[in-house]
């Protein structure tokens, strides 16, 4: 398995926002069950979940944690001919009070109003901690991926700083980001996320991941990327791993 197979499959997690949670059944012992949740990624990279106590697939997680989650591209026409993602994981509910503290900051801002449910109701914050991964990028395109997760190297104060200096400083940059990239325009976007491959807006009730065209591994490479795409006439090339 290449990196560029690896690089590839990230970008469909991260350029994604929900998939298909598979848990085993706790009523239908040998059943598989499936519900749609949507996620984010956390700081080391595994996908963030936020569900109810009540919910089946809790009862179900709390007596067996192994699950997966299926991601595939949105809007495809042709499901079979494009990327999708089988992450198969451990799920582990948050309980120190820094890390659900740290989860609530960041999924908050990609789904601000979960804030309002996660108050009024039991729900509680799961990481899907991944064992294996299934990717499948098209037709005879098919992966095994080990290791697929990469840290965020600003995540926390540093990736909070950041998008708030855009939101409130730079909104006519993010606009043209959107018109680069030919995103929707209904709404005004605003950035919600940033890593080391790229950064995530939110546009109405749509989140969208777009991608720097090299790696940002320091907060200077993020600014010159931000300033090299706001004075872009077109959206650069994404640079590939080497196999």
Known sequence: MSAKVAQQARELLLKEYRGVLSTHSKSMPGFPFGSVVPYCLDAQGNPL???SRIAQHTHNLQKDPKCSLLVGERDAEDVQAVGRLT???QAR???EPAAIEAAAERYYRYFPES???HKAHDFDFW???PVRHRYIGGFGAIHWVDHLSL???????????????????????IEHYVQLSGLPRETPAQMV??????????IGQGVHWLPFAVPCNTAIQVREALVFLARADQWPARERAEA
């Open 49 to 51: 979940i936020l569900i």
């Open 87 to 89: 992450v198969l994981a």
């Open 93 to 95: 509910r948050l309980e």
């Open 115 to 117: 804030a309002n449910y």
């Open 127 to 129: 990481v899907l901690e």
């Open 151 to 173: 840290a965020n190297p600003f995540a926390g104060k540093a990736e909070q700083s950041m998008i708030e200096h855009m939101n409130s400083d730079h909104a006519s940059a």
């Open 193 to 202: 996320g940033i890593d080391s491959e790229g950064m995530h807006l939110r």
